[in-house]
């Protein structure tokens, strides 16, 4: 079966500083893909590097049968990438509807359209779609930033660690969303994460980091084995 999203051997430099180091990831289509590290490894840099906001140094990015080269972010969430961003950078001053419009950019006039699944996934979102973004809990607005993405259409969702910073039951959601847009809607999902216990709980496949390179891979199951979770120790 053909990747969804195959990252190869891709370097990354902030001027001589070198965060990514040759690192290789594929996401299988319809799997939940999390990348697990400490702070600061190089998790955020691999995403900002799929969607186009940093360039890489060498190595190549695929989305589906398509190289990325120098596609811009906003051609790639066009092609099907969508993203949510570490803090998740939602508008304060726009109202939630608002926030979930700006997802239209990219869309034909017919898709314009907020999904009704994504209500039912999030009704926090629609009994507060008057209110403004900066209004809202940390928790409400990761959920929100979900849901913006969720607008666009995405054939592949990146988030960067999602359960920052947010309430456990809060988490569970997330965790819930992510298996059924997987299941039900066939997404295939990446996702950079520390929380050891939710990458068990929802990914299927693992990618552990350390210091800009790819340490392990294997299944989930893998992060209760001594010799991964070393990585992950702070
Ligand atoms: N814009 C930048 N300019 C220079 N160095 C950067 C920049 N962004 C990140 N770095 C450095 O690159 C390395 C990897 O950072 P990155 O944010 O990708 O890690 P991370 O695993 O996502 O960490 P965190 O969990 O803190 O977000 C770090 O050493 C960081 O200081």
Redesign the pocket.
Known sequence: MSLALSVKTVDLH??A?Q??KGISIDCAPGRITAVL????????????AITGI?HVSSGTIAFGEDTLKRTPPYKRARMGIGYVP?GREIFPLLTVRENLETGYAGLARNERNIPAYIFELFPVLKSMLGRRGGDLSGGQQQQLAIGRALVTRPKVLVL??PT?GIQPSIIKDIGRALQFLRDEKGMTILL?E?FLDFCREVADDIYV?DR?EIMHTGPASDLDRADVRKHLMV
């Open positions: 902030y001027g500083a965060a990514l590290g400490r702070n600061g490894v190089g998790k955020s840099s691999t995403l900002r940093n570490q960067d660690e920052e950079v520390q980091m800009g």
